[in-house]
């Protein structure tokens, strides 16, 4: 008797172990067959586009593929049905065989939606958002995970580009869930791929693509916030059906991103939870699993995003992805939540909080922020007259000098000993202020506050000033002026660079009387 139990559980002791789930939007995998909807830049024998470089483009996906090494895996911008199956014998060959596959098939448009498997899959099918040609489908796949079915929505939403307002985005969200909603609630799913969306759209919405009152696909028909904050892992396991976890939570503020456009860090791949996913029944999520792929091949050697490459309008032959795959891992075992979690939600606090802390372990809101001095990208502001100031770096955008504000900080920073906010969101405008009595005198010698109207003499890179003799610093060194200058500066930061120095960032801060 003992040995026929054992045999009927030898199937799932063999296959019950941790898997995989991953989502990688490859940028563009076409074939090198003419069939009048692909993009101009890969038409047949156009720009370079040969069937030599379809098969380079070809192994380059394939090779990311088998280092992701992920049992499920989403794929975004597949041409078609043809160049699917040839990825998939091309995996084959190099021995990263992935038994299943499905694909959507809508009409007309230039790229599909596709997914692999290693585990069968039941059924599949297209979920239609709209008659376009270019809005794409969701692919619906059911697969056999362990005895356990497992359904997948594989996504990829409007972009922000050609005319992409939010309205776009919402329009696959609803579609979502309306399916999701008619499942039942204890329906184990994943939602991911590229949703052109970041994981707070509903702060960082740009205004240009706003056209619904704020409302976003991914935030408020998806319900990933609540009280306009982040769903927790801990409002998620006693959420009802509906809502979703956003598995960006888990990974610390700076590494969040799989795409960058001229620097500019985002989070459009994604994977979505239900609270089906940590309810200790099925499948669960394996907690704090959740990662951006970054293998060496995927980064050039100055650190950038190691993408596909058109030069000079021809195809090159290098690189990979404008995005890195995206991954969590899952498990039949029940999910374990962390016995000390960080803390989830903002906090409201002070800019001389922000100076007792290395780095954040949540967001902290600062109320009434003065901008007291704006310059390009680079900005100062204090919270009171008398208090702290403190340097905001790259992260300056909607600021203009004069302007009340309360502030979301995502992230800060020490560099070289100047403390700095690198990431932040703008909540609200709440009218202007007086500057002139935030401004310092240098009697208050502390790093980050602004002083104007000195007088002194320049000589070897400081300035002297009422018998002070203090390091003096032009961000533009072309315009430092020669020694023994007289000159009046107007506006000054007292920045930092491993000891304190008087900052000048623009040639209207300063005037020389004295040459």
Not at 141 to 149: K, L
Not at 416 to 428: D, F, H, M, P, S
Not at 442 to 458: I, S, Y
């Amino acid at each position: 008797m003992i040995h026929f139990v054992f045999f009927l559980l030898l199937p799932l002791l063999l296959f019950a172990n941790p898997f995989k789930v991953a989502s990688y939007n490859v940028e563009n995998l076409f074939d090198a067959d003419y069939q009048g909807t692909e993009y101009a830049e890969y038409i047949p024998e156009k720009h370079n586009w040969t069937k030599r470089m379809a098969e380079i483009k070809l192994d380059h996906t394939a090779e990311v593929l088998c280092d992701l090494d992920a049992d499920i895996v989403a794929l975004q911008e597949i041409e078609n049905e043809s160049v699917f199956n040839a990825l998939q014998k091309r995996l084959k060959r190099v021995g990263c065989p992935y038994r299943y596959g499905a694909i959507t098939h809508k009409k007309g448009a230039p790229i599909q939606v596709a997914l692999l498997s290693h585990f069968p899959l039941k059924k599949h099918r297209d979920l239609q958002v709209s008659f376009s040609p270019y809005v794409r489908n969701i692919l619906e796949v059911e697969a056999e995970v362990d005895g356990y079915p497992l359904t997948i929505f594989a996504n990829h939403w409007k972009s922000k580009s050609r005319k992409g307002v939010e309205s776009k985005r919402i329009a696959y969200a609803r579609t979502l869930e309306k399916r999701i909603l008619s499942m039942p609630a204890s329906k184990e799913y994943i939602i991911l791929g590229d949703l052109n969306s970041n994981y707070d759209a509903y702060l960082t919405l740009p205004k240009k693509l706003n056209d619904t009152q704020g409302r976003t696909g991914i935030n408020h028909i998806l319900k990933t916030i609540d009280n306009n904050e982040l769903i927790s892992k801990s409002q998620i396991r006693k959420a009802p059906k509906g809502i979703h976890y956003s598995t960006w939570n888990e990974v610390p503020f700076k590494e969040r991103w799989s795409h960058k456009f001229y620097g500019h860090r985002s989070t459009l791949d994604h994977i979505l939870l239900p609270p089906s996913m940590f309810d200790g029944k099925g499948i669960d999520y394996v907690n704090n699993s959740f990662g951006v792929f970054k293998s060496d091949r995927l980064f050039t050697s100055k650190g950038y995003i190691n993408r596909w490459q058109i030069k000079n309008g021809k195809h090159t032959g290098k690189g990979y992805s404008d995005h890195l795959p995206v991954y969590a891992v899952f498990d039949t075992k029940p999910y374990r939540a962390s016995p000390k979690a960080a803390p989830e939600k903002a906090t409201v606090g002070s800019i001389e909080d922000l100076y007792k802390m290395d780095q954040l372990d949540h967001p902290v809101v600062l109320e009434d922020v003065v901008v007291v001095l704006k310059r390009g990208r680079y900005a100062v502001v204090k919270q009171s007259p008398k208090g702290r100031g403190i340097f905001i770096f790259g992260a300056v955008k909607g600021m203009k000098e004069g302007r009340k504000l309360d502030l979301r900080v995502q992230e800060i920073s020490t560099y070289q000993g100047l403390k700095e906010i690198t990431a932040l969101v703008k909540l609200r405008e709440k009218g202007t202020a007086d500057l002139i009595p935030y401004y310092a005198s240098l009697d208050m010698m502390r790093q980050n506050e602004v002083v104007r109207n000195l007088v002194g003499v320049v000589k070897n890179r400081y300035v002297y000033v009422n018998g002070k003799k203090i390091p003096l610093y032009f961000k533009n060194r072309k315009l430092t002026p020669k020694n023994g200058s007289k000159i009046k500066i107007d506006y000054a930061h007292l920045g930092y660079y491993k000891k304190l120095q008087l900052v000048i960032y623009s040639k209207k801060d300063f005037t020389i009387l004295e040459d």
